[in-house]
């Protein structure tokens, strides 16, 4: 079982940056692929970034490639989300989540965190 709780959400002007964090608690932390998703109203929640369970594999969405980059420290049962050139566009409310396997695909992820919302001004 994992628990997990996102945090560094908040109000940035486009072209800033923010990093998410998300604190895992649970004994299979460190064996678990994470992901980062987001999701704004109306809409479905989406893929934007996913981790293996050793940071040997990352795969990004194309809309924040070059942008985002996913990081995780097993030492610290700890994953991130470093965004940068921040858009409007990037506004949703953000999840972390966990899995049994390195995927981008959602129904893959089994534990999810509560979320953090971004807003990203013009």
């Known amino acids: 079982q994992v628990q997990l709780v996102e945090s560094g959400g908040g109000l940035v002007q486009a072209g800033g940056s923010l990093r998410l964090s998300c604190a895992a608690s649970?004994?299979?932390?460190?064996?678990?692929?994470m992901g980062w998703f987001r999701q704004t109203p109306g809409k479905e929640r989406e893929f934007v970034a996913a981790?293996?369970?050793?940071?040997?594999?990352?795969t990004y969405a194309d809309s924040v490639k070059g942008r985002f980059t996913i990081s995780r420290d097993n030492a610290k049962n700890t994953v991130y989300l470093q965004m940068s050139s921040l858009k409007p566009e990037d506004t949703a409310v953000y999840y972390c989540?966990?899995?049994?396997?390195?995927?981008?695909?959602?129904?893959?992820?089994?534990?999810w965190g509560q979320g953090t919302q971004v807003t990203v001004s013009s």
């Open positions: 989540a966990a899995s049994a396997r390195f995927t981008t695909q959602t129904g893959a992820y089994d534990h």
């Open positions: 649970g004994r299979t932390f460190s064996g678990s692929a």
């Open positions: 981790i293996s369970w050793n940071g040997g594999s990352k």
